[in-house]
């Protein structure tokens, strides 16, 4: 049987997670372990008892969003049209990346940061890859077109979520679908969604430069 104090501890363990989710999500990685700890009603003895740091915790924690992102390019590696396989996967991936703020920071972020979750990001080029490959032997995509380019069109729109979130935060679908459209060999024009209005993203600019 789990003792009282055993299970005080997994529960704070439990709303420290949860905390943690919940504010690298919406804040991204520069939320402190102390902010943590005050968000999950624990003091920062606990929160420090729990994970050495905030590198630890956030390991602990965004290591499975990492996974997810490979499980994900894995499952569209199994769709049978290779051009759905490849765009199911940037379009998800993205969609994971605009709600967890945290996690488009990680992918990012210095290899030796975070050692854990870096021996998962290893194997997302290769599965990336695996896409990219599949879509050019069924001639579906630009020969031109290689597997680095594809974090580097993730840096790109992760540009223009971090500017139109606070507009629309889906407005970052315009500018995907011109992508794919640009990747695909002899694509018909795609249907986009409507632009933002200029004044909003001459606001949102403004409010960028002012930060």
Known sequence: MTSPQRRDAQRN???LLASARALFAERGLD?????VARHAGVGVGTAYRNFAGKT??????????VQAL???????????DPWEGLR????????????????????YAHADAHVRVDAVRAQLGPAVGALVQRA???????PDVDVSDVPVINVMLGAVV???????????????????AGLRAGA?????????PLEDVQGALRRRHAR
Do not use: S
């Open 56 to 65: 630890a915790l956030v390991d602990d924690l965004l290591v499975e969003r």
């Open 136 to 142: 050019h032997d069924a001639g579906v995509l630009r």
């Open 88 to 107: 199911g996967y940037v379009e998800q991936a993205m969609a994971l990346q605009v709600a967890d703020r945290g996690l488009k920071q990680l992918l």
């Open 70 to 80: 490979v499980d994900l390019a894995l499952a569209c590696a199994e769709v049978d």
């Open 162 to 180: 971090d500017l139109t979130r606070d507009v629309d935060p889906h407005a970052y679908r315009r500018y995907l679908e011109l992508v794919l």
């Open 31 to 35: 939320v402190t372990l102390d902010e």
């Open 13 to 15: 363990r439990a709303a």
């Open 188 to 196: 018909e024009p795609p249907e986009l969604p409507p632009p933002l």
